[in-house]
């Protein structure tokens, strides 16, 4: 568990994008919008922006990563800002 948060985050948990938050899409990856607290989230990637899309088809957030053909060098990475999103309640468990 990857945790330093109110709610530890779960890398084998299951986990989708709250419906309270909308995704534009950008050069860069994506800005994400939560509607309910009024934050903005930067996915830096749209390989990121990708697996957080997915998040909802897979059983855990590590599936959803290894899916998305994240290089093993770069997981952690992944399951990091994945982490981070579920701090700032971007992606809930489902």
């Known amino acids: 568990m990857i945790t330093g948060c109110e709610r530890e985050f779960d890398p084998d948990g299951a986990y ?4 309270q938050v909308s995704l534009r ?5 994506a800005l994400a919008y939560h509607f ?7 996915l830096k990637t749209p390989r990121l922006v ?8 897979h059983g855990s957030a590590r599936a959803a990563v290894e899916a998305g053909e994240v290089p093993e060098r770069e997981r952690d990475g992944y399951l ?4 981070s999103l579920a701090r700032t309640d971007m992606i ?3």
């Open 16 to 19: 989708r994008l709250n419906p």
């Open 50 to 57: 990708a697996v957080v899309r997915s998040l909802a088809d």
């Open 80 to 83: 990091r800002a994945l982490a």
């Open 25 to 29: 899409p950008e050069s860069f990856g």
């Open 92 to 94: 809930v468990p489902v």
């Open 36 to 42: 309910g607290t009024r934050k903005l989230s930067f």
